[in-house]
T-cell receptor
Framework: ETGVTQSPTHLIKTRGQQVTLRCSSQSGHNTVSWYQQALGQGPQFIFQYYREEENGRGNFPPRFSGLQFPNYSSELNVNALELDDSALYLC??????????????FGPGTRLTVT | QKEVEQNSGPLSVPEGAIASLNCTYSDRGSQSFFWYRQYSGKSPELIMFIYSNGDKEDGRFTAQLNKASQYVSLLIRDSQPSDSATYLCATFTYQLIWGAGTKLIIKP
């Protein structure tokens, strides 16, 4: 157990709808990253938040947005859902932008299915 | 385009043998290197990280880094059936770049 929690575990949505996924980071961690993982592929970086500010973004459209709260928990919002958004969404927390080493600890993930 | 390449496998190894997993990366600016294990339907679990050339050992696991050749490897000694999983390699510059993973099967 990493101490990182995500909700919900599973979610089914219809194309065009909006979804919010939630993540609580490990105690003492102030950085949260979100990833999308399609079946049989490695995680794809969506974005990262450090102390409530977006601190890097991958190649995802603006309909993917996020927030980090003062307690360092985070949300991922996806608007106008598309079928290709069906994936495992992973949240990872880490203890800040500390030098070279940057280990991340993952939550259990949210499985999103878009029909 | 920064890339991390891994052989998708499956790599089949007899129980008790050494499993060797390899990863190459394209970004010479990569600073840190990570190995994660992912069981089917679960999230990735950090096994080891390495940032200096050479070997780093942790129990049955050894990570090897060669920055000149741009590869990093993971050795698993005395392989157990519970080691059967997908192993993901990731490199860090300003964000983590991930490989697609190698599926490892340990045969009893």
């Amino acid at each position: 157990e990493t101490g990182v929690t995500q909700s919900p575990t599973h979610l089914i949505k219809t194309r065009g709808q909006q979804v919010t996924l939630r993540c609580s980071s490990q105690s003492g961690h102030n950085t949260v990253s979100w990833y999308q993982q399609a079946l049989g592929q490695g995680p794809q970086f969506i974005f990262q938040y450090y102390r409530e500010e977006e601190n890097g973004r991958g190649n995802f459209p603006p309909r993917f947005s996020g927030l980090q709260f003062p307690n360092y928990s985070s949300e991922l919002n996806v608007n106008a859902l598309e079928l290709d958004d069906s994936a495992l969404y992973l949240c990872a927390s880490s203890p800040g932008l500390a030098g070279v080493v940057y280990e991340q600890y993952f939550g259990p993930g949210t499985r999103l299915t878009v029909t | 385009q920064k890339e991390v390449e891994q052989n998708s496998g499956p790599l089949s190894v007899p129980e008790g043998a050494i499993a060797s997993l390899n990863c190459t990366y394209s970004d010479r600016g990569s600073q840190s290197f990570f190995w994660y294990r992912q069981y089917s339907g679960k999230s990735p679990e950090l096994i080891m990280f390495i940032y200096s050339n050479g070997d780093k050992e942790d129990g049955r696991f050894t990570a090897q880094l060669n920055k000149a050749s741009q590869y990093v490897s993971l050795l698993i000694r005395d392989s157990q059936p519970s080691d059967s999983a997908t192993y993901l390699c990731a490199t860090f510059t300003y964000q983590l770049i991930w490989g697609a993973g190698t599926k490892l099967i340990i045969k009893p």
